[in-house]
């Protein structure tokens, strides 16, 4: 088994990466080692640079974001952690899958035409070329799962379809150049939904930070923001059927299950009747309660820039002996010749 998976360093970690993604990296690597495998997590920074961003910032969220991955619980003794950029190898292989991607899928990509929106000609060459990138991410590795939110499930099925041509056209059935990498979504949390409109993901790139929870918010900001998280003015039902056509509620009601530890129908049991008045501060409390010790952590990380530069270094130079290999049959599979 071989995990790997990315974030992108745009911004804060919020409360949808650390549900719909982060909690489960940390879990897989506390029990991949008894199952003989190895986990590899990385800072997506050179997807990053897909939409306009500041040279600066890209390099403070770098080691902002190591912190974070850190004080979530990632240990970069146990796991491979590291940054795109050290690691030439992803960029290397995403220039030989380009000649076997094709326009028509990646004209399927909904999160391209998401985020170029209507200025389709203005939008980089990056941004439409961005699922390539992420699959030589994975493909690199011979990555065997890749735990992600369901909003990138679109992207790991391009994964696979570019690795099964690729191996199609240029390899052996019995010597594939590449593993058909499969997507680990959780049930619960997969989709972590904005605090300010029940129908929009969670998302760093919201202008608004009143819909996301930050894992560097403090304790107020929190309460301050669950407060203030849309609602509609009818009780909480009885049953999950109830949450059908109140996507705030199901949302927060979604958000406490998960942090809870329980499900929805649990969550309903309790508090069936009540209105947001008694649910939200219980909602605020348990946030609080699960992301006070994260953000302590960070806090005290994120001053040691040496030691997050160090973290980074050693991550990228185990990556870079485990991707090679890859690597150069791809480029024999092709027949570009390496000396
Ligand atoms: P990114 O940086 O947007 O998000 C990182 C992870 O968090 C999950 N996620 C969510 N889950 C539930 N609810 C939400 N509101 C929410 N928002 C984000 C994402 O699904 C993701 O798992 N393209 C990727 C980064 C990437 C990558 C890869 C991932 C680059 N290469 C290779 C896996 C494998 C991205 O932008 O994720």
Redesign the pocket.
């Known amino acids: 088994m071989r995990i790997?998976?990315?974030?992108?360093p745009?911004g804060n970690l919020?409360l949808?990466?650390y549900?719909?993604?982060?909690r489960n990296w940390v879990s897989m690597q506390d029990s991949i080692e008894e199952q003989g495998g190895e986990c590899l997590f990385f800072l997506?920074d050179l997807?990053a640079i897909s939409m306009p961003h500041e040279p600066a910032v890209l390099a403070s969220n770098t080691r902002e974001m190591v912190a974070a991955l850190v004080a979530c619980g990632i240990d970069p003794d146990r796991s491979t952690l590291f940054n795109q950029a050290q690691v030439p190898a992803h960029a290397e292989l995403q220039w030989l899958l380009n000649g076997t991607a094709r326009m028509g899928w990646l004209n399927r990509m909904t999160q391209f035409k998401d985020k170029s929106g209507k200025n389709r000609e203005g939008a980089s060459i990056a941004l439409f070329t961005?699922p390539v990138?992420?699959a030589a991410?994975?493909l690199l590795y011979q990555a065997t799962h890749?735990?992600?939110?369901?909003?990138?499930k679109q992207?790991?099925e391009l994964a696979r379809d570019i690795a099964q041509k690729f191996n199609n056209d240029f390899a052996s059935e019995e010597a594939p150049v590449f593993t058909l990498p499969d997507p680990i979504i959780p049930t619960e949390?997969?989709?972590?939904?904005s605090l300010r409109d029940g129908t929009a993901?969670?998302?760093?790139s919201d202008p608004s930070d009143m819909s996301r929870i930050n894992l560097t918010d403090d304790a107020d900001t929190i309460m301050q923001k669950v407060k203030k998280a849309k609602t509609d003015p009818e009780p909480l039902p009885s049953e999950v059927a109830g949450l059908a056509g109140r996507a705030e509620a199901a949302n927060l009601v979604g958000i406490y299950a998960t942090l809870a530890g329980t499900t929805p129908a649990d969550v309903l049991r309790d508090f069936a009747g009540q209105g947001f008045g008694a649910f939200k501060p219980a909602l605020g409390e348990l946030l609080v309660a699960k992301l006070a010790p994260i953000n302590a952590r960070f806090v005290e990380l994120r001053q040691d820039r040496a030691a997050l530069d160090a973290i980074l270094r050693q991550g990228a130079q185990k990556a870079r002996a485990l991707a090679q290999p890859t690597l150069e049959a791809a480029y024999t599979a092709l027949g570009l010749v390496r000396g």
């Open positions: 790997v998976s990315g974030i992108q745009t919020h949808g990466n549900l719909g993604a982060i997506a997807h961005y990138l992420q991410d994975v890749v735990p992600v939110g369901e909003d990138q992207h790991l949390a997969a989709r972590i939904m993901k969670m998302s760093k």
